[in-house]
């Protein structure tokens, strides 16, 4: 295993991207085909930002791409159709991204870790129904998703959630994530449009 945890580090830094979670995307892209030339693109929980790099690359000139996160994201080497913010997301309306919504949302967010496996996935699964709660007014109708979540014991009930608001959804664990991992990544695409109400309680913002 330290092997392939080496692989994709050393990879990482080879190919300028700023860290290993940049070849989960990757594969992800390579499954679901998420990204296009030109969409909207937004990216949560962004930082250190190697998901924005890649949503960046393939969206090209024509796209955009609004990476947000708590944490100040380096801007260093990052083409012009990317834009930073540092912000809560539960701060932000449509507005605040121009009032255009959304071809693909992307979360990477996780919170922080306690030791608490069963802890620490409750409130991974919180912050994903938080997500949740937001994007009617941030992803087009037949919009995409790809978002990451700790599983646990409520992970069944954030899959039915997201399976209903979305034509198709299913769970997926890239080769770059760690075997030891809890993590696993929901792809949904065709999105409804309509929210459902969420199931859990919204996380609180400490840990975002």
């Known amino acids: 295993m330290k092997q392939v945890q080496d692989h994709f580090f050393h990879k990482a830094k080879s190919e300028g991207y700023r860290s290993r979670a940049a070849y989960k995307l990757l594969e992800i892209q390579e499954k679901r085909r998420l990204l296009r030339p030109g969409m909207r693109v937004l990216d949560v929980g962004a930082a250190p930002g190697s998901w924005t790099q890649v949503a960046g690359r393939i969206v090209g000139a024509r796209g955009t791409v609004?990476?947000?996160?708590?944490?100040a994201i380096d801007p260093q080497g990052m083409p012009p159709q990317v834009r930073l913010m540092e912000a809560d997301l539960r701060d932000l309306d449509l507005q605040t991204f121009g009032g255009q919504p959304f071809d693909v949302v992307l979360s990477d967010m996780a919170p922080d870790t306690s030791g608490d496996p069963g802890g620490d996935s409750l409130r991974s699964i919180a912050l994903c129904h938080a997500l949740l709660d937001r994007l009617g007014a941030w992803l087009r109708a037949g919009g995409s998703l790809a978002m990451k979540v700790y599983e646990g014991g409520e992970y069944p009930t954030l899959l039915k959630?997201?399976?209903?608001?979305?034509?198709?959804c299913k769970?997926?664990?890239p080769k770059a994530s760690r075997a030891e991992s809890v993590e696993i990544f929901l792809v949904a695409?065709?999105?409804r449009g309509t929210p459902s109400a969420p199931l859990l309680p919204t996380a609180p913002r400490r840990g975002w």
């Open 171 to 173: 769970g997926f664990k």
């Open 189 to 191: 695409k065709g999105f």
């Open 66 to 71: 609004v990476g947000v996160d708590l944490k």
């Open 161 to 168: 959630r997201t399976t209903a608001e979305f034509d198709e």
